[in-house]
């Protein structure tokens, strides 16, 4: 019986998790959507504006993929839409012609630092409490 009671605590405790990030990327999406991005993009705009705070820092994609939780070709495709929207360049890594490096444009850290605070007042928002 105790087996099933520790067994049922955690799923119920697994469950909160998702419904607390789930509702948290929902709210995220919404403030986020008038400028254009979704939550999955302005992560990975955080993740460069902070791998690479000088404008023409680079950052290899190889190093995005276990920070973002999509799958390598979703990750992909994502950072096409970005490309093609001006907000990040990609660039063949010459040592390893197998990598890609990717960097933040100007338009894209200007529309992260427009945008990061309301993503951190969601975030404020939605865990703390």
Known sequence: MAVNTVATGLEERWR????????????????????????????VLDILATESPREGDQCRVQNLVGRVHLSQSALSRLIGRLEKDGLVERSMCVEDRRGVWVSLTRKGRDLHSEVLPLQRAVLAKMLDG
Not at 19 to 33: K, Q, W
Not at 38 to 43: I, K, N, P, Q, R
Request: proline share 4%; aromatic share 4%; with cysteine.
């Open 16 to 43: 909160d998790i998702l419904a607390v990030h789930a509702r948290t990327m929902c709210e995220i999406d919404r403030v986020l959507h008038p400028h254009g991005l979704g939550a999955s993009d302005f992560e």
